[in-house]
């Protein structure tokens, strides 16, 4: 397991203070205010969060796949030391699936309905592979089918997606994302629609892949326990602003920030005293129209305003650890460290799956 | 299916059914849905629920766990006659509700409940938030004492909800305080057990667990009966007593919280358990269970022990004999041939 420190510099991707903004009749809306993070080939980084913390909205932004209308974008994203900010649809069109590809929620809205498995793969392949004659894709779809582990796949590859089963669907949205070996993987809740037994399937399989294809990986999702399993880094944002970033034991096992701690309170565990109330976080995640002032989590923060501190006047920066020399983990919380040290071991330690 | 039950419920439980009597008792039940594959298509049937017994006790919280397509939602939607059973028999406080027409149903309603999924879909959008709790009363001709609107409210606030927002319509709601206005609605006619499908699984985790923690108050307070029907093992396992597992229509095994989570015997359960990503298990990648496939077709499931095909312990006696429902040797019940034996680790 790397720190995130190690990445830095020369990874391949980088996000800095990415903002994207949406104008709409009631305001302006700040999906994503300032969020920075980088992933290198053979790393995976799981960014957490409830919906509408902008997790989907900043991994949209890497694919370009905002509306420059609708949208305002700015900051850098830096993919493989090119800046995709601002680019144009042309060079956007490059950019995906052969460097940046993707995995959605959803593998039966996200497969057209109308054409084969296979011919949906082979029109992937030739966009970026223009010479390619229409046999050599087709041999690369059925190889691809194959790596995915999907059985008979010269066979299955002339099915239509309502012929495969919530898995199989999946794995064969894998395939396309993968057919042309993409330096940069985004999985935007990969497994939330599958069965446990199958969730486990697929995380192993982006696991080998990424071992094989040595890509890096964004694995977005609401599931501690999926981040817990395959990530290396985690990114746990709140109202579009990172709220905690580090390596995946720090910000699970030495979680710094409330936030972090409400969400691994709230999860109910296969272990553990199974009587014990679960400490769910109050309130609802703000509208983000209209983010509260200060620290955007601390109208919910069991702990806000303990100091009488600037909680509901100064947005906290996202700062390193000093204490406890742990290189690459930051946190944005006003709460001094040994504070938040001492309330961690107190009160969150005992319950959930914070254990 | 033997079960303890606490002295105190058992004297009130008395009062409307014969003594020792469980509240809710399923036998032999089956839902086979009809299809037609084209239209000359030999008719064939998806085995939904294909034979399952379970009990529920006054004040006992049974959860139903199993991936999709196993029946769970099925057995829910059966047990409140939502929808008609193909054979078997639902015995509700010792009467036999399996056939009951509609009007004779109508009472019954009123002690059985039912909590749906998706909070969205599940109220109506047109109607305000005090008609919505307010349609069961009005639809069983009740008057509670201190009129409709009192008793909504206080419905609202014991679901935690403001009670002036009784004028309000669902989409001014969040997910989470939706869910609630279906709870609210669910106990307008003091049930006696409540069926929950999935009632947290459309939630972000904050707010689940603000809603499990309701679901729990309530059970404890008002002493309902839950059957919990969830795909989520963590969830089930902090809300229920007792679990049944189901796989491809049938009960695969049934037993305590202890019993199920801790030493299964099914080698399904234990995959299942496996399956789940844990963040206590963080860094410790070794001994998962990986199933391999996909769940088979219901309308034409295997032979002898349907979890043979993705089942590491298998041979050739579970392609023969199906294995029936026993007590196995580390407590619970469960159809197996070759039962796991010892704790889960």
Redesign the interface.
Known sequence: MTTPQTAHGGAYLQVRDLRVQFSTEDGVVRAVDGVSFSVDRGQTLGIVGESGSGKSVSSLAVLGLHDPKKSRISGEILVNGRNVVGLDDNELRKLRGRDVAMIFQDPLSSLHPYYTIGKQIVAAYRIHHPNASKSLARKHAIDMLGRVGIPQPAKRIDGYPHEFSGGMRQRAMIAMALVNDPDLLIADEPTTALDVTVQAQILDLIEDLQRDFNAAVILITHDLGVVSQIADDVLVMYAGRVAEYGSAEQVLRQAQHPYTWGLLASVPSLHGDADEDLKPIKGNPPSLINVPPGCAFHPRCRYAMLNGGPCDIEVPQLLPLLATHEPGHTVACHLPERQRKSIYEQDIAAVGVAI | MTNLVVPQQAAAATRTRPPGEPLLKVEGLVKHFPVRSGLFGAKQHVRAVDGIDFTVDPGETLGVVG??GCGKTTTGRMLVRLLEPTSGKITFEGRDITHMNRSSLRPLRQDMQIIFQDPYSSLNPRHTVGRIVAMPLSVNGIEPAGGVKKRVQELLEIVGLNPEHYNRYPHEF?G??RQRIGVARALALKPKMIVADEPVSAL???????V??LL?DLQREFNLAFVFIA?????V??FCERIAVMYLGKIVEVGS?QQI?EQPSHPYTK?????????????A?LG?I??EG??PTPINPPSGCRFRTRCWKAQDLCAQVEPPLDPKPNGSIAACHFPEVGPLR
Not at chain 2, 204 to 210: E, F
Not at chain 2, 275 to 280: F, K, N, Q
Request: aromatic share 2%.
């Open positions: 991936e999709s969040s989470g305080q972000d985790v904050s707010i689940q667990a603000q499990i923690n729990r795909h989520d093992l963590a969830v396992r902090h919280r989570y995959a299942l358990l496996s399956a789940v990503p844990d963040v206590t298990k963080l860094g990648s998962r990986r199933l996909d769940v």
